[in-house]
Nanobody, 115 residues
């Protein structure tokens, strides 16, 4: 299983970022995918999950209405569109094989929300 996240960076409060995760080494279209994050000094927090065909989607209450998960089963990519970012969204974002945010995760991409 290989998962490579990209798209993180520094953004001002209220801004947007779109994360991508390119997957390989397993049948991507047959696997739920998810995103999780870890804020500085805190534990891992599950953020969102998407079913194999994209029809079943769930979000943590902390991001509902601001984040959108999607997937491309041809390109083997899962996305996380993040809008109206807040300081508390700062952290390392991981994509994961499966619905629970792990344990098979990528190395993560840093998202920093600061003015």
């Amino acid at each position: 299983v290989q998962l490579v996240e990209s798209g993180g960076g520094l953004v001002q409060p209220g801004g947007s970022l779109k994360l991508s995760c390119t997957a390989s080494g397993f049948p991507f279209s047959m696997s739920y995918m998810s995103w999780a994050r870890q804020a500085p000094g805190k534990g891992l927090e599950w953020v969102s999950r998407i079913s194999t065909n994209g029809r079943v989607i769930d979000y943590a209450d902390s991001v509902k209405g601001r984040f959108t998960i999607s997937r491309d089963n041809v390109k083997n990519i899962v996305y996380l569109q993040m809008n109206d970012l807040k300081a508390e969204d700062t952290g390392v974002y991981y994509c994961a094989k499966g619905a629970a945010g792990g344990p098979e995760r990528g190395q993560g991409t840093q998202v920093t929300v600061s003015s």
